[in-house]
Nanobody
């Protein structure tokens, strides 16, 4: 069982930056990948970025070149550095951890980008 806690969300102007953090606890040795998803009002939850235990990354086309996912294995923490933010990035951002049998989700953190 893995528990996730997100932090770092907030209000930022377009063109600005935010850094989200996700701390994992519990059976962290079972995690094969971690990532970030987001959900805007009236929209389906969508993948933002993922990073595997081997360090491979995947980004949504909409954030390539602007967002960077990284990890600190010693702290069992993943980060999402978000630069050049746009109003369309406004959403609740959820951290996820994927194991062989199940996935865990954090409670989400609100990111609001103003014009």
């Amino acid at each position: 069982q893995v528990q996730l806690v997100e932090s770092g969300g907030g209000l930022v102007q377009a063109g600005g930056s935010l850094r989200l953090s996700c701390a994992a606890s519990g059976r962290t040795s079972s995690i094969t990948a971690m990532g970030w998803y987001r959900q805007a009002p009236g929209k389906q939850r969508e993948l933002v970025a993922t990073i595997t235990s081997g360090g491979r990354t995947i980004y949504a086309d909409s954030v390539k070149g602007r967002f960077t996912i990284s990890r600190d294995n010693a702290k069992n923490t993943v980060y999402l550095q978000m630069n050049s933010l746009k109003s369309e990035d406004t959403a609740v951002y959820y951290c996820s951890a994927v194991m062989a049998r199940e996935a865990s989700w954090g409670q989400g953190t609100q990111v609001t980008v103003s014009s």
